[in-house]
């Protein structure tokens, strides 16, 4: 689970900057924004209101990685938009994977009951359709697709984690079948590969696994800097991108320079730098 995370949190990081994704509908919500991380504590007290545990790999995404924000439809659910003394999270769940006739299944539940007990919402779609993640139940763990009025229930996948990352995949068109591998090679390999691959899926393949490295050495955050000077608006975007995800040195000033590139999705990649070193500097009362 936890190289998922850091591949998710990468994925995550680069996903705004990378020119050729396909984009949502409801990306004029979320904006490609993260929402701040759940605090455990937070967690904690959720889980004892509603008397129910959240599946682990959920849990560690809202601590870990994301508390909501960027996802499918119009965005991820956070916990506190689901946190109403009347959701009802406790409850064995009805849902079931192979439900032979689902529409006959819904019609029974009276107009007050609720077929969706024992399961929390992860990102509306729009209209009656909810994605959402099974609490309870045999089929706990597992995302299923829902639309009451349309009188349709579909599982999506086997956890939370699966299911977004596949996601990002299909967002950043990394879908063949080695999406959830890691590009091959070292260090230097992996940074040719971000800046002269042809494809995009090549160069972002190469940069978020760059991104899930311990630690570059010397040279390479030399190469990743010298990257947001290329005559690709592609790999510059990626690579302001990169120089903030890694912490490296001068990002800041590295950023500033940035900010008056001809290309709109490199400035805003800047801006996010920008702000988030100016962030963590305020938070560390530097």
Avoid at 156 to 177: N, S
Avoid at 250 to 265: K, Y
């Amino acid at each position: 689970m936890d190289e998922t995370l850091r591949r998710i949190g990468a994925k995550l990081a680069l996903l705004p900057d990378l020119h050729g994704r396909r984009e949502s509908h409801g990306e004029q919500g979320h904006r490609l924004r993260v929402a701040p991380l759940v605090p455990e504590g937070d967690i904690a007290d959720f889980e004892a209101r509603h008397g129910v545990k959240l599946p682990e790999g959920y849990r560690r995404f809202l601590t870990e990685v994301s508390g909501g924000g960027v996802g499918p439809g119009y965005g991820l659910s956070t916990l506190s938009s689901n946190d109403h003394p009347s959701c009802d999270y406790a409850t064995e769940s009805a849902v079931r994977d192979g439900n032979p006739d689902v529409a006959a299944w819904l019609r029974a539940f009276g107009e007050d009951d609720d077929p969706w007990a024992g399961t929390i919402e992860i990102a509306y779609h729009g209209c009656a359709d909810f994605t959402r993640l099974v609490l309870t139940g045999p089929e706990r763990g597992r995302v299923f697709c829902a639309n009451r009025d349309a009188e349709d229930c579909t599982f999506a996948a086997d956890d939370f984690l699966d299911w977004y990352e596949t996601w990002l995949d299909t967002t950043t068109r990394v879908e063949d079948a080695s999406r959830r591998t890691a590009h091959p090679g070292d260090e230097a390999e992996l940074i040719a590969a971000f800046t002269d691959a042809p494809d995009r899926t090549s160069r972002f393949r190469a940069a978020w696994t760059l991104a899930t490295l311990p630690e570059l050495t010397a040279p390479g955050r030399a190469a990743v800097v010298a990257a947001t000077g290329s005559p690709e608006r592609a790999v510059r975007a990626l690579a302001i991108a990169l120089v903030g995800h890694l912490g490296i040195d001068d990002a800041a000033e590295v950023a500033r320079g940035m900010l008056s590139d001809p290309d709109s999705i490199v400035r805003s990649a800047a801006r996010r730098v920008q702000s988030t070193v100016d962030r963590d500097a305020l938070d560390h009362g530097f």
